[in-house]
């Protein structure tokens, strides 16, 4: 029977894949995903699965941490091995966003002519030193049916010469700001943070090679979060736990472990401000109508700059502490379509595959 594969191996692809294989179900689309594990520790991982309900993917291929190289190559390897064994050749192949799964899921499929669809396609950092840059810009230009966020990314292809197979939906991660938050303040668990979440405090997430892997970036951060009176809480990636355990951590920042998304949408919901150099956050944010200061020097996110809701602040400490001094009070207004991404995801490739 004919099917889509999708590739995801990385914790906001969860969330992601959550909303729309619902969407392909509900249109009659059959689905088969993989899970490349890139992202294995059950708090980066099952949680996210369990949570949100995610169909059980046909594999995990295991594949872990390694250097771009390494882990980008045996993936390659092991989604071709997966898709040339397999008992019929996907119709398509699906991948989201920008990480290092969805480079090789794009990869693979291209050169086994079989169609690349990309969803949050488009988008720019124009950095091409992030490793996501490069990501988004070959998937881009492997793909047949690219799903934009915004018009800006629409207009970014465009101006890349594809304007074939592009399509501006929304952005599916507010389908599932829209599913999930309600569901999320019933199943809350968290309860070593009950004592926060009472009052005032500061959501933050840092996991960026740009901020972690530079000393300099990280005392200037945590300089800026010593200065700060409110208290500031932060899920810590695994990456920065090692570091992070080096450094003298302000008495004000409490650490914890990785949280699940419901928590996250929790947390989001009572925090009062959001640092953060995540992609997804900076959306989440947004959408939760809370004010961001981004840790890096660009987005491509950059309709969430609306009014100052959200601030570019790099590591630097007085630029964190000014802009903290100085959130927006101005109006707020939706970004990213209407929630109904995924569906109109499902409609779209329905109909592609229905002419193949
Ligand atoms: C990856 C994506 C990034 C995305 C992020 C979402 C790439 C290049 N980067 O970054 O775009 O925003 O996922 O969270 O694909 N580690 C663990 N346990 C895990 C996973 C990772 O300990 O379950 C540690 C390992 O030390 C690993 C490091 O985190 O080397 C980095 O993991 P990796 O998947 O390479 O990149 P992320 O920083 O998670």
Known sequence: MSYILTIVGARPQFVKAAVVSKALAKNGINERIIHTGQHYDPKMSSIFWDEL??????????????????????????????ILSADE???????????????????VASKL???????EAGLRSFNREMPEEINRILTDHVS????????????????????????????VMYDAVLAFSKIAEKKFQLEDVTSLLSGEFILATIHRPSNTDNKEHLNSI?????????????????????RLSEL???????????????EMMILLKQCNLVFTDSGGLQKEAYWMQKPCLTLREETEWIETLHEGWNQLVGADTQRILDSAANLP????KPLYGTGVAAEQIAGIVKEFLAAR
């Not at 002519?113 to 969803?119: A, E, F």
């Not at 934009?148 to 592009?166: A, D, N, P, R």
């Not at 009070?329 to 707020?332: E, I, L, V």
Request: hydrophobic residues 40%; aromatic residues 8%.
């Open 89 to 107: 050749k996907p119709a398509a192949l699906m991948v989201y966003g920008d990480t290092n799964s969805t480079l090789a899921g794009a990869i």
């Open 248 to 262: 003298s951590i302000p008495e004000n920042v409490t650490l914890i472990d990785p949280v699940s998304y419901f």
């Open 53 to 82: 309900g995610i169909p059980a993917p046909s594999v995990n291929l295991e594949v872990g941490s390694g250097n771009h190289g390494a882990q980008t190559g045996i993936m390659l390897q092991k989604i071709e091995d997966y």
């Open 222 to 242: 945590l300089e800026a979060f010593s200065k700060i009176t409110s208290p500031i809480l932060w899920p810590v990636h695994p990456r920065n736990k090692q």
């Open 113 to 119: 002519h079989i169609p690349v669809l990309h969803i």
């Open 144 to 171: 047949e049916l690219m799903f934009c966020s915004s018009q800006f990314g629409v207009e970014q292809l465009g101006k890349e010469g594809i304007t074939k197979g592009v399509h501006n939906v929304g952005d």
């Open 329 to 332: 009070t101005s109006a707020w």
